[in-house]
């Protein structure tokens, strides 16, 4: 059985770093595109970034983390990553990270088929 699991959210000041990871159980990882998502209280989740399955050569960023966020894969480690600097109040949420048998990079959360739990992440200004 598939298993997300996503760690690494907390409480940081404005302009501060944090380093979300997800480790992925029950699935053959390197196959999997893995893509993280975002969701504010009161809004829709939305999407963050992407990575292609295999090398993850392939990344995709919404627009308002590009140059901020960096997402990456270790699939030795079962494991995506999503390394968050200059963070700002409005990226405050719960990520999700999400995970689909396919090559390239998915934006949008019906194309994903398992889900993680969410961890959360605190800006303060």
């Known amino acids: 059985q598939a298993q997300l699991v996503e760690s690494g959210g907390g409480l940081v000041q404005a302009g501060g770093s944090l380093r979300l990871s997800c480790a992925a159980s029950?699935?053959?990882?390197?196959?999997?595109?893995m893509g993280w998502f975002r969701q504010a209280p009161g809004k829709e989740r939305e999407f963050v970034a992407t990575?292609?399955?295999?090398?993850?050569?392939?990344?995709y960023y919404t627009d308002s983390v590009k140059g901020r966020f960096t997402i990456s894969r270790d699939n030795a480690k079962n494991t995506v990553y999503l390394q968050m600097n200059s963070l700002q109040p409005d990226d405050t949420a719960v990520y999700y990270c999400?995970?689909?048998?396919?090559?390239?990079?998915?934006?949008?959360?019906?194309?994903?088929?398992?889900w993680g739990q969410g961890t959360q992440v605190t800006v303060s200004s």
């Open positions: 990575i292609a399955s295999r090398s993850g050569s392939t990344t």
């Open positions: 029950g699935i053959t990882f390197s196959r999997y595109a």
């Open positions: 999400a995970a689909k048998d396919r090559d390239y990079v998915l934006l949008h959360p019906y194309d994903y088929n398992y």
